[in-house]
Nanobody
Framework: QLQLVESGGGLVQPGGSLRLSCAASGGSTLDNYAIGWFRQAPGKEREGLGCIVKGGKRTFYADSVRGRFTLSRDNAQNTVYLRMDSLRPEDTAVYFC????????????????????WGQGTQVTVSS
């Protein structure tokens, strides 16, 4: 069973950047999973941000973050990264990563129901 731990959240000023990490723990590895990133702000539904295929050669992004957020993965480090630039106050939320145990080759979708394993989340606050 895949265990995921997010880190890297915090307080950042508008226009700033953060890099979130999603690491596998407990002896599990990310190699065979597509990984998605999601966020949930207070009073709002969970939003899919993007995903990266298990080989790492393709990424998919939601319109709301395309051009500002970048996904990458380092299977040797057992970690997937979400780089967030030009952050806005409306990006404030708890950010989650999730693993799809049966990914379609070279394809993924940032839709919650496609993912089987979830981390606990990390808080990102964008404020001056």
């Amino acid at each position: 069973q895949l265990q995921l731990v997010e880190s890297g959240g915090g307080l950042v000023q508008p226009g700033g950047s953060l890099r979130l990490s999603c690491a596998a723990s407990g002896g599990s590895t990310l190699d065979n999973y597509a990984i998605g990133w999601f966020r949930q702000a207070p009073g709002k539904e969970r939003e899919g941000l993007g995903c990266i295929v298990k080989g790492g050669k393709r990424t998919f992004y939601a319109d709301s973050v395309r051009g500002r957020f970048t996904l990458s993965r380092d299977n040797a480090q057992n970690t997937v990264y979400l780089r967030m630039d030009s952050l806005r106050p409306e990006d404030t939320a708890v950010y989650f990563c999730a693993g799809d145990r049966n990914p379609i080759p070279n394809f993924c979708v940032p839709t919650s129901r496609a993912y089987d394993y979830w981390g606990q989340g990390t808080q990102v606050t964008v404020s001056s």
